[in-house]
């Protein structure tokens, strides 16, 4: 079992920069392939970025060169850096876990933390 706590969303103007947070419980985190999702009011959740257990780094074309997916396993966190912030990155944040591969359907993902509201202002 795995609780994530996501953290860090706020309001920022155009070309901005934020980072999420998403702290994991469980001794198990290191394990797990993390997740990123989005998801903007009237639209289906999106891939966003995720990271492997050993450290591999995936991201969707929209955020490709602009967001930085990390973790940290000392610390049971996994970050989301994201600049040059656009008015179309407003959303609802998600991180998300799952044992396993890699994947960008958020159905494949078995945690998820409770959200964080990303506001970018033109």
């Known amino acids: 079992q795995v609780q994530l706590v996501g953290s860090g969303g706020g309001l920022v103007q155009h070309g901005g920069s934020l980072r999420l947070s998403c702290a994991a419980s469980g001794r198990t985190f290191s394990s797990y392939t993390m997740g990123w999702f989005r998801q903007a009011p009237g639209m289906d959740r999106e891939f966003v970025a995720a990271?492997?257990?050993?450290?591999?780094?995936y991201y969707a074309d929209s955020v490709k060169g602009r967001f930085t997916i990390s973790r940290d396993n000392a610390k049971n966190t996994v970050y989301l850096q994201m600049n040059s912030l656009k008015v179309g990155d407003t959303a609802v944040y998600y991180c998300a876990a799952k044992a396993g591969v890699v994947h960008s359907a958020w159905d494949e993902y078995d945690y998820w933390g409770q959200g964080t509201q990303v506001t970018v202002s033109s």
């Open positions: 990271i492997s257990w050993s450290g591999s780094t």
